[in-house]
């Protein structure tokens, strides 16, 4: 399994965007790369996910630069609802086997 | 309907009990999981059912027993737990297609207290 190294925790202010970086220098060729949210007392949310390059949808953008040993998942523009850990996961995804959920970034948005 | 439910919310019982967690979805996604989380930790997986057939148990003790009755339910049964057991109880659900992960949509979970 691809370990992963993320920061324990994050602070910024409403309106900046934030930049999470993950690494994770074993990945295998067939990993995909994934983040999740999760609010205190809830079950985690999907947010993104990505092989190569750039992937950007509604809420984040993911970049994966060529040797894909890290990833950076971009926020733009926080706001205080987006306070909540993030999750970098790493992995040949078949339905949960070999997809370990990392440690995880809190992120405090303050006002 | 894209909402994973599961009941309780919360759940307290003694080490002698017998008790089940329940989950339910309507999304049509065949494969069905339940996760540990502790506090300020991430989530653990536990059990991962495919096509209601067991796929994945990550060495889970015998006091916890998944069930999946049907392709939206998935259940787990509780007996003789341990204090050490309390935490959040997460379930989850995806489709199964190759290729990527297949996001995965969780319930709010059950939190577990075991006296």
């Known amino acids: 399994l691809a370990k992963t190294t993320q920061p324990i925790s994050m602070d910024s202010y409403e309106g900046q965007e934030v930049n999470i970086t993950c690494s994770h220098n074993?990945?295998?060729?067939?990993?995909?790369i994934t983040w999740y949210q999760q609010f205190p007392s809830q079950g985690p949310r999907f947010i993104i996910q990505g092989y190569k390059t750039k992937v950007t949808n509604e809420v984040a953008s993911l970049f994966i630069p060529a040797d894909r040993k890290s990833s950076t998942l971009s926020l733009p523009r926080v706001s205080l609802s987006d306070t909540a850990v993030y999750y970098c996961?790493?992995?040949?995804?078949?339905?949960?086997?070999?997809?370990?959920f990392g440690p995880g970034t809190r992120l405090s948005v303050l006002p | 309907d894209t909402e994973v439910t599961q009941t309780p919310k919360h759940l307290v019982m003694g080490m002698t009990n017998k008790k089940s967690l329940k989950c339910e979805q309507h999304?049509?996604?065949?494969?069905m999981y339940w996760y540990k989380q502790k506090a300020k930790k991430p989530p653990e997986l536990m059990f991962v059912?495919?096509?209601?057939?067991?796929?994945i148990n990550e060495s889970v003790p015998s006091r916890f027993s998944p069930e999946c009755p049907n392709s939206s339910l998935l259940n787990l049964h509780l007996h003789a737990l341990q204090p050490e057991d309390s935490a959040l109880y997460l379930c989850a659900s995806s489709q199964v297609r190759a290729g990527g992960h297949n996001e995965q949509f969780f319930g709010p979970g059950t939190r577990l207290t075991v006296l």
């Open positions: 996961l790493v992995g040949e995804d078949n339905y949960g086997q070999n997809f370990v």
């Open positions: 074993n990945i295998a060729t067939n990993d995909y």
């Open positions: 059912y495919s096509y209601e057939k067991l796929s």
């Open positions: 999304m049509g996604h065949r494969a």
